[in-house]
T-cell receptor
Framework: SQQGEEDPQALSIQEGENATMNCSYK?????LQWYRQNSGRGLVHLIL?????REKHSGRLRVTLDTSKKSSSLLITASRAADTASYFC?????????????FGKGTHLIIQP | DAGVIQSPRHEVTEMGQEVTLRCKPI?????LFWYRQTMMRGLELLIY????????DSGMPEDRFSAKMPNASFSTLKIQPSEPRDSAVYFC?????????FGQGTRLTVV
């Protein structure tokens, strides 16, 4: 069963604009991760935020986590055409890799040049 | 490291045939996951192993599906008999701690 649910399902913006994607989940987590998938390829890890963190940055990526609302957001600033991909959040209940990693259905992001 | 290696990349088979998908995880990773991706259902966790032991196979859709991990460097996902609704992209992923590394997937088409 799906744990995370991304919103929106699809997003189309102009190059240079910021893109925001949201993720809601249902159960307690140890950490939440965001992945990217280019068409026809496997998923690639982008960033991880732990349950005791509220915000994290990595380059043009900014992730927030609100455990009281069981939600997270991924912000991509100054978007580029190469950012076109599907983005997934994944919830991780454990901390040592011994638990399953459950993904949402993803947000398909299209950056218009 | 070559990353997670899956084979074959593409498989077309007739309904009723047995299909075996293969995965070689990254060396040193102790967890391995099998996922199925479709437009309708998204990315579904089928089964995962920790230290070669199946931990949770509740995502395996039916008894037609089975997975094995005979050693730390190899896993298989078998579908017998296959059905058209099994058509999907099947991903294998491995990890040592938190970040999962995915293979390129096997695109399965059952006709």
């Amino acid at each position: 069963s799906q744990q995370g649910e991304e919103d929106p399902q699809a997003l189309s913006i102009q190059e240079g604009e910021n893109a925001t994607m949201n993720c809601s989940y249902k159960t307690s987590i140890n950490n939440l991760q965001w992945y990217r998938q280019n068409s026809g390829r496997g998923l690639v890890h982008l960033i991880l935020i732990r349950s005791n963190e509220r915000e994290k940055h990595s380059g043009r990526l900014r992730v927030t986590l609100d455990t009281s609302k069981k939600s997270s957001s991924l912000l991509i600033t100054a978007s580029r055409a190469a950012d076109t991909a599907s983005y997934f959040c994944a919830t991780d209940a454990g901390g040592g890799g011994a638990d399953g990693l459950t993904f949402g259905k993803g947000t398909h992001l299209i950056i218009q040049p | 490291d070559a990353g997670v290696i899956q084979s074959p990349r593409h498989e077309v088979t007739e309904m009723g045939q047995e299909v075996t998908l293969r995965c070689k995880p990254i060396s040193g990773h102790n967890s391995l996951f099998w996922y199925r991706q479709t437009m309708m259902r998204g990315l579904e966790l089928l089964i995962y192993f920790n230290n070669n032991v199946p931990i949770d196979d509740s995502g395996m859709p039916e008894d037609r599906f089975s997975a094995k991990m005979p050693n730390a460097s190899f896993s298989t996902l078998k579908i017998q008999p296959s059905e058209p609704r099994d058509s999907a992209v099947y991903f294998c992923a491995s990890r040592r701690a938190t970040e999962a590394f995915f293979g390129q997937g096997t695109r399965l088409t059952v006709v």
